[in-house]
């Protein structure tokens, strides 16, 4: 069966630092790939995702996402983080031509100014 | 805007009183799906529809059942609401489309259980 992983549950960082959240995914075959945001109290939003093409992903706010095949991954980075990035962000697999989007158990980012 | 809407945003029921939620969309798309995201956890699909054909995930209690009337609205009846099932339940659609199914989130419906 398919399964996401997010390995970090709990990212603390400062203003302007650097974030690189994990995703891995279990599936061999061709899968389109998501980030979504969830903001305290808001519904979850999407942030990027990836179906073909450019293994890089240019998202919403900044946000970019790099599919590597070989590695199983399509991990969320951004340069610089600011305070209203505090929110849940989840991973997300559906493999072709199937309808179940698979989540990751998500990753807690807190920013402080 | 085209979009996905759930009410109410909020629900208190009673433990063993029969609930409904709602859920209505203006993107006309055909898939809609139902989710269950307890605090701190995933999204966990309990159930969706391919315009009217109904797929039930394996792991979805007999509790939870589902209805759609028509290709703007999806309802989830709740029929006898333990503690347990309080949570926040997402509604979200999509369409079918070779190779991609990216979903569209409604803001969700708190259920909360007394």
């Known amino acids: 069966a398919q399964s996401v992983s997010q390995h970090n549950h709990h990212v603390i960082l400062s203003e302007a630092a650097s974030l690189e959240l994990g995703c891995n995914y279990s599936y061999g075959g061709t899968v389109n790939l998501f980030w979504y945001v969830q903001y305290p109290g808001q519904h979850l939003q999407l942030l990027l995702k990836y179906f073909s093409g450019d293994p890089l992903v240019k998202g919403i706010k900044g946000f970019e996402a790099e599919f590597i095949k070989s590695k199983f991954s399509f991990n969320l980075r951004k340069p610089s983080v600011q305070w209203s990035d505090t929110a849940e962000y989840f991973c997300a697999v559906t493999s072709y031509n199937t309808d179940k989007l698979i989540f990751g158990t998500g990753t807690r980012l807190q920013v402080f100014p | 805007d085209a979009m996905v809407i759930q009410n109410p945003r909020y629900q208190v029921t009673q433990f063993g009183k029969p609930v409904t939620l709602s859920c209505s969309q203006t993107?006309?798309?055909?898939?809609m799906y139902w989710y269950q995201q307890k605090s701190s956890q995933a999204p966990k699909l309990l159930f969706h529809?391919?315009?009217?054909?109904?797929?039930n995930e394996a792991d979805t209690p007999d509790n939870f059942q589902s209805r759609r009337p028509n290709t703007s609205f999806c309802f989830l009846d709740i029929r006898s609401p333990g503690l347990g099932d309080a949570a926040m339940y997402l509604c979200a659609t999509s369409r079918e489309e070779a190779n991609t199914y990216e979903q569209y989130f409604g803001p969700g419906t708190r259920l909360t259980v007394t």
């Open positions: 993107l006309n798309h055909n898939v």
């Open positions: 529809y391919y315009d009217k054909d109904f797929n």
